[in-house]
DNA sequence: GAATGTGAAGGTTTTCACAGCA
DNA sequence: TGCTGTGAAAACCTTCACATTC
């Protein structure tokens, strides 16, 4: 019986950590895993994890526990890891090569189907089988294609322009490793990777750990 | 007067966009800026500026504002951004190259020191002006070079066990690119970079749009 | 007058505790 | 008996509102 309620933010992070654990327990052939046992593989409590999954429906057997590998795919339907998304990226430089790469978005549905840059010397050529477009075409490109996501990995100062065309093809999701602060219109998602934030938070740990909760 | 009680993981991230704002503002030449100017900046509210700073101390003048050069030094005092770290880097794959490069850690003080890889081909050889170690030998070269943070960024089966001879070598400080849970003993603070993890956030997003408050 | 600093109020998220069911 | 599902309680975080200071 699930509510129209909002969903938090760390719900949904930890919809993601539950749907890896259930993975890796269904490769090891568990039928059924309890909120206690799924909590203590990611380090969380067991009331956490039944009210995370109540939000969605009842999934489990009471006295039993949840089955390992319809949750697994109850999870992949929710967060929508079920069906195959068509990726841009944009701004091939150290991160964006890196991403390129990364195997774990191609296992996860995640297609990489356009590369964009702005640099005349890599526009046309090839970089892991795909062709690098001119930024310049963004918008047109990105609707032509039929894109769901798009990876923002340029500098912070074109950022924001790069944004705007994005928004402008419709495109609905966009997760940004540019240290600033995007602004995107009602109805779009952004996420932000932001590295250097990471590492600051760390040092803030070094320097202060009275203050800061262990790891 | 700072009060001796646990800051919030949100306050020490908005305290790293403070600062961001604060070096602007500070090329920009302005001498003050009030927390309600900062607030827009960040897209948050001036009394959510004017608490966060609260737990610091009173940095502001009533009537004026905050003043930005001594702000933004305080606040770079207080995230440990006013000094250098020495900063080791775990794996040279794909992230892991990128992340050398990385034009935004050196510029914040942290400073990439040394290098490992597993990889024999990779062991000895110059990756941007820095040899790649052994990473058999983690623990002993972390110590003798006296490395503040590592970053891990190997495969996840084999994130654990370099984690296990970080946290020998006395390193407090570990972010970790490896989409899994790592352990680490208390004291120890760890921050995860998890990209499949923000992907599955944005398509959970757009399968269930009426869940998920805009961007 | 203008804007900070901060208790108190309000809202959200997590944890508790137990009823309900296999 | 064992474990889920869930209202209620507790903890936590954000916003309000205003006394306070320049």
Same mark, same amino acid.
């Given at each position: 019986m699930p509510k129209l309620k909002r969903i938090s933010e760390s719900t949904i992070s930890r919809l993601s950590r539950y749907y890896r654990a259930l993975v890796q327990l269904?490769?090891?052939?568990?039928?059924? $895993? !309890? !909120?206690?046992?799924?909590?203590?593989?990611? =380090?969380?409590?067991?009331?956490?994890v039944r009210k995370d999954l109540s939000f969605f429906g009842s999934f489990g057997t009471r006295g039993l526990g949840y089955p390992v590998r319809e949750l697994k795919d109850k999870i992949a339907r929710i967060l929508g890891v079920d069906q195959e998304w068509n990726v841009a990226l944009v701004g091939i430089g150290n991160i964006g090569s890196a991403l390129v790469s990364y195997k774990e978005f191609a296992r996860q549905g995640f297609k990489i189907k356009l590369?964009?840059?702005?640099?005349?010397?890599? *526009?046309? !050529?090839? =970089?892991?089988? *795909? $062709? *690098?477009?001119? $930024?310049?075409?963004?918008?047109?490109?990105?609707?032509?294609? =039929?894109?769901? *996501?798009?990876?923002?990995?340029?500098?912070p100062q074109q950022a924001q322009a790069v944004c705007d065309d994005i928004v402008k093809a419709d495109v609905k999701a966009i997760l940004n490793f540019a240290p600033i602060n995007l602004k995107v219109p009602k109805g779009v998602s952004l996420r932000n990777e932001n590295m250097a934030?990471?590492?600051? =938070?760390?040092?803030?740990?070094? $320097?202060?750990?009275h203050y800061c909760e262990q790891g």
């Open positions: 269904d490769k090891d052939n568990y039928e059924t $895993v !309890s !909120s206690k046992d799924l909590a203590n593989l990611e =380090h969380l409590t067991p009331a956490q590369l964009f840059d702005n640099d005349q010397r890599k *526009i046309g !050529s090839n =970089h892991k089988g *795909i $062709v *690098i477009r001119d $930024v310049a075409n963004l918008t047109r490109e990105l609707k032509d294609n =039929h894109i769901e *996501i798009v990876v923002i990995a340029v500098p934030m990471e590492l600051e =938070h760390l040092s803030f740990c070094l $320097v202060n750990d």
